[in-house]
């Protein structure tokens, strides 16, 4: 994935909403710089008016001055250290809101293209170098910048023939900050990149950590590990080697110029074309000015590691939508709900485009019907459940929800018809209500309660310490899977959706959790079109129809009588009680 948004113009756009503190942060720069500028005059009259003159009285006056210079430089450090910070803080938690709200809108399938643990540590780890740059970084190479233009300018004031001297050395210094800063930030990126792997990899491995420890592959991922972080400490070498050599370069180039030239000075000095405190002042300002280019130099590194960072952030944030709602929606006819048409569906997974997984379906579903999804496994039948609610958009064809298009909905509209109970249940960790209120945030205490009660779950709930409020850990990890199941129909009961789409799980419950959940969801598709990737008898027994998917295809549908008579893969599977 390449940005093609410049760096500059996007941060910009971050700062614009600020960009009164920006200017003031501004304003604070420039009078510390030229009230530091100041201090070098400051010296020049310290040494020739007090010292050399040897006059106290006017020692002290310029003493006293020199100090409340101090005190206002500080003041101005204060204020815009303040300011800068802020803005790196602010703009940072700005970003993360834009990528995070972008990121909420991409599909499924941007998702299995990047790991989320990537996307994650894109998201921690280069704000984070984002708002360090922008609150310190950033404010040090302005400043710096500030102070080395104004030192020279104050340095051709005392003594034009050594600034030319000096100027001839600058494009030496900058030299070694063109060259040697364009490599280190091509390496930050790659390193940049590296950590993400690493995060993508603890992601993955301590999800999965059950499985890691049961097939104690516990040392083969460590050796996996130990292989990525050198892989990041192997980009990190060669960048500090670069940053190493050019803050190295800079300084001997700036240090040894600086020497050559103090030597010319002296030598005025001595020959009475400069005065001494001319010469401390000029040196001054040429430290000030050697020093800012260090800065500079420094920080540039930081700064392009932070252009690297941006560029990743830029991507994340501007990754297509794939789906999205139409500009002008078509509204839902009110008098029907529930009613599906499928028609002449065609469809093949955007990273898969030769493997077609459903192939010209066509079905029909009444508003109320309840219908059986049967197949083999890898028939298309979740798939059919993700191209309902539109999280993919079929190579050809139509779907229905009730005589509408679903491509011209609304997606939040389109959604909030059907209600999903996946075969693995999907359990937040927060408490039993917020998880049961999912659904339907604004539903009361009382309502999650009945929700329960008719998903038989209400049961279990209250024999946990805290009742409702018991904290179900990461994933459910404190439920059974036949407890989050219930929890997981209980959230559909409540949300209230005319249309079910039921994964039925495989697990084996034992009989009488089975007979439990079997009864949550029959008091759940009361009055529901439902949809069910069957796997049990008793499901398509119960089913007004059945639809027998093989291959993307609809090669029978019926009855379980029907079909048992009409269609031999649909014996076979019945044989084998449907389970996969
Ligand atoms: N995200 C994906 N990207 C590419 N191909 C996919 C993706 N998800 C599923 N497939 C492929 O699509 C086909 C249908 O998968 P699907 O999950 O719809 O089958 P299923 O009938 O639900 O099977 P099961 O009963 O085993 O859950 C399979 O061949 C599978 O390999």
New binding site residues.
Partial sequence: MQANIAVLPWLGSFLRPYRNRVLLALVFLLIGSLSWLALGQGVRLLVDEGFVAGNSERLNQITLAILLLCTLTSAAVFCRFYLMTWLGERVSADIRNRVYQHMLKLS??FY?QMRTGEVISRFTADTTLLQSVVGSSLSMALRSTVTALGGLLMMALTSFKMTGLVLLAVPLVLLPIIVLGRKVRKLSRASQDRLADVGAYVDESLHEIHTVQAYGHEEHDKTLFVDRIEQVMQAARQRIFYRSLLIAAVMLLSISAMVLISWVGARDVMAGNVSAGELTAFMFYAVMVAGSAATISEVIGDIQRAAGATERLIELATAPVEIASPTQPLSLNQSVAGALSIRELNFA????PD?T?LSALSIDIKPGERIALV??????????F?LLQRFYQPTAGQILLDGVDISALDLAVLRARFALVP?ESVIFATSVLENVRYGRPDATEQEVVDACIAARAAGFIAEFSDGYHTQLGERGVRLSGGQKQRIAIARAILADRPVLLL?EATSALDAVNEQQVQQALDNLMHGKTTLI?AHRLATVINADRILL?EQ?RLVASGSHQQLLQSSALYQQLAQLQLL?
């Fill in positions: 499924p399938a299995s997974y955007p990273l898969a493997n997984v197949g083999p496994s890898g028939a298309g039948k979740t798939t059919l993700q075969q994964d990737i998917l993307g996969n």
